[in-house]
Every structure is written in structure tokens, then in C-alpha cells.
């Protein structure tokens, strides 16, 4: 056997210097070429679904909003994750298939740039599609006035800005935030806190600019809106203080003050006669007795959640961004008055930022499973759902693979170096790798045909070098998907604030909730013959 593939390695080795370069990725079963008739019917169909949404535009009001953030998933980790979603779970060509929103009746385009950068971080971008504000790269809550580091303009409550949560709050609303980040990363935080600098996720992080702010995860935990969130879910014991275990990750956040924010959360609610639960593994999600619950937190992980490609699935591991929606909206859904919840699919852009692309979509497609979810238990006549991305990474897709070619595989050759490239690739990232060759008298980059390219730890090709981690944000712009009632208020390019508006306007509340008007729709203007 072993043998059998040595000779078989060899001969594509062969193969590949003078075939055409298909033969290097792994193909899918691939589709015949598609005859007229084939796009024909296709195109029929498409008309008249489009049709169809056009007659039956709902302009109800939403009783209950889910917005799915997938941080950092921009147009090319859709694309790509759609093609590898039909090779790796369907073993089809992959290009053919949809992503689940992808098929949402309304989309549109989302302008990123932030106050003080064309390229935008999560942060920022997170306060203007939940509050509704564009705001300044690496602030969180807060407005124009506030540059990151600000700590006292940040506290002046004229320069802090509501988000969706206390609007949902103010109408009596259920709120809850999932995540697979810390429940005080950037994303979440924007839903309640009020930060001149994102990191300063706990007490030890807020050094001497930050002295005299509040830490994330105390604004959590002690003030409005946050502590009134029903449902808290994600990473982050560390800097919530409930775990006994000493930070040793860099990147999270320890707390020094002793606290244990997560006990503070639970008798602050038992003290006003509510019941609430704190949850740390799958094992705890499954058992939560959801009718008697009013209050749940889970922390899944002392730092972040683990990469969906890394998750261990048994009781005392972590419950998928699916197992954590579907609780997430059947405790929310007990209010009568509906309800608001984030739902964040966090670490794709931690893959991203790790130059790992196969990680990237092993998290979108367990985002995607989270939307067919909540899909499967709402009823979209009354409850909105958008689907959209803070901002996009550097990766890029490369021409000219076949139909079919392992998305993760190799494109083509290059005629100028005669070397082998990959179709998914980064322009900045840690898998730069050119040396001077002193033999050639020139600098030569990698020869990818000599790794395995579809391998999850593999960091393809990058033109600019940066440290491990250090990949880049993208600055095009990133999609919005909606479905419900109001999701024709999307249907063009926008700028990333409008998002918290089309939410407040379809549930009635926020700025919209006094002014929140439906126009009957005139077709009396229209020629309706030819
Ligand atoms: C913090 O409180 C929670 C909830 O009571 C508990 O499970 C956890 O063990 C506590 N952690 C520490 C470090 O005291
Ligand atoms: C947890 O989610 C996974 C998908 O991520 C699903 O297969 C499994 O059935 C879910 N388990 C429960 C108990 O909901
Ligand atoms: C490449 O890596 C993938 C993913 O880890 C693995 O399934 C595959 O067997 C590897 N291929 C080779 C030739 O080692
Ligand atoms: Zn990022």
C-alpha cells in the first residue's frame, strides 16, 4: 500500500511538470459542463422566488431580532467556505452550493471605514451596526468625542452611545449575546459597555492611561444594560474572575482584584428573586432547566472558545455556536414581548488572523449551522434575522483553478517562477516565505507543491511578512442578509451604522420606536400590462 502510493506520488510528480495544472488539487466529483437548459431553469426559478419577494414584502413589525455577526467573514471567506462546504460534506465540485443566508430574501452591501480609518477593526465596527454610530478605531460605545485611550471623554455619558440591547430593554424585551470569544471581546462588549480602549477587558489591562475606567467585564456585570442580559454566552472566565486556574495566556485577560464577577452576577439577580445559573461545559448547557432559568451564563472557555476543528464535543467540553443559539432562543423566547439576541461566530477571525484558512471555514460552517438553527425554532413572520460581518480580511482567491479543484489545493503555476501557487492566498500575513538564493542570484519564494496545502495548521503564501497572528483586517465591503419582517430595508450599499436602524425600525424601538411608520406600497404608478 505504502508502496503503491510512493509510485503514485512519483508519477503525479511526473505528471504535474508537464500537465495541465489541475491534476495538483484533490478533485471533487465534478459537474457536467451545464447545458443551456440547465441555467434556463435555474434563472426561471431565481425569477420567481424574486418575484415573490417582491409581492410579499412583510412590513410587520419584528417582535424578536437575531443578528449573526461573523466576525471577519468577508466575501472571500464566504465564497471559499461555500465551495468548501460542498467538497467536504457533500464531496460535490463545491461552487454549485449556497450558504444558508446566502439564499435570505434581501442583501446588501455594508460600508466599513471607521471615523479615523479606511480599514476597520471590530470594535468600532461592532458600535455603529448596534448602536447605530460610527465611532473611532479601537473604541467601544462611545461616540465622535472619543479617540481610543480617552478614558475620561469616555466616561462623560453625553460621549456614550445605546445600543440595541437597552433599546430592546426599554420595551420590555428579553436581550442575550452568544459568542465564541470572550463574552468581553470587542464584538459582545459593544451590546453593553462603554470603552475608550477594547482591551480593557479586566482590571489588569487598564494600566495607567485606562485608571479611572471601568473594565469590561465589571460593565457587564454591574451595570445597564448588561446586567439585565438574560443570556451570556461564550469564553472568558478569566477576565468574569470565575476561575481558580492563573492566566497564562497573553491574550486573555486576568483579573488582580480578587473578584469573582460571575458570583457578584449571580447573587445580584437572587437577590431580586430571579433564578439564574452559571454553566462552564456542554455537560452544564444540555442539563440547563430552561423553563425555570431567567438568567443564564456560560463560560465555555477561560480564554476564548476553542476553533470549531478543535471543539472536543463530550459533556465536559464546549457546546458548538449551534448548541449555544439553540438554548440561547428557547429561554428568550418565554417573554411575550419577544426578544433581541447576538449571536457572533467570533474566531474566524482568529483563524484569518492566523493565516489558517481551513480553521476559517470549519467556524463559518459552524456559524452557518447556527443560523439553519435558529432558523428551524423562529418563525420569520415575525422575527428578523440579518446576517452580516464586521469587516474582511486580506485573504484572497487566485485564478484560474478547474471547476471542482480543491479549494484548498493548488491553482495554477506561475509562468514567470514556474512554481506552484495555492487559489486561497493572503497579501500580508505569517506565511511570507521568500529567501535570496544566492545560486539564482535572486529572491525565490516557497515551493508550495512540497507541503500539504489542505492541513489545518498550514499558513499559505503571504506577500508582506507580519509576526504569527498578525494578519490583517480587509477594508472592501462586507455583505448583510436579512429575512423577516423590514429585511427590504435592505437592498443597496449602506453604511455600517444603518444596521442598528433597520433593526429599531422593524422592531419598533430605540430611535424608531415613536417614529416607526409602514408606508402601504403604491403600485398604482406602475405599468402592470405591455
Ligand atoms: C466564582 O463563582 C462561580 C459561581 O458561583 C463558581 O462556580 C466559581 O468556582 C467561582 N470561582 C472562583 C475563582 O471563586
Ligand atoms: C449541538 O450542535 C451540533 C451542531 O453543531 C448538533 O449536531 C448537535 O445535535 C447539537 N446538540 C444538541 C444537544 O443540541
Ligand atoms: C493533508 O492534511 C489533511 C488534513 O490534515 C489530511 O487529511 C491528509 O491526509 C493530508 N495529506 C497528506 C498527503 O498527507
Ligand atoms: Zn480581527
Redesign the pocket.
Known sequence: MARRLQTMLLLTAVVVLSAPPSVLGQKYRRPRREGQQYWKNMASQDLKEAMDVAMNQNWGVAKNVIMFVGDGMGITATTAARIYKGQQRFGRSGEEGYLRWEKFPNSAFIKTYLLDRQVADSAAAATAFFSGVKANYYTIGVDNRVQKNMCFASLDHKNQVSSVIDWAQKEGKHTGLVTTTRVTHATPAALYAHSANRDWECDTSLGLVGHGCKDIARQLAEDEPGRSINVIMGGGRHPMGSTYLPNTDPRSCGRADGRNLTLEWLLHKTARGYTAKYIHDLGGLLDLDIQNTDYVMGLFGDSHMDFEADRKNHAGGQPSLANMTSTAIRLLSKNRKGYFLMVEGGRIDHALHNSEPRRAMDDVLAFEDAVTTALNQVDTRDTLIIVTADHSHVMTINGYPVRGNNILGIADYSETDKLPYTTLMFTNGHGYDYRYDAAQGKVVRADVSTV?T???GYTPLAAVPMPEGGETHGGEDVAAFAIGPMSHLLHRTHEQNYLAHVVGMAACMGPHASTCTRPKPDLSHQILRR
Open positions: 500539504n489542505t492541513a489545518y
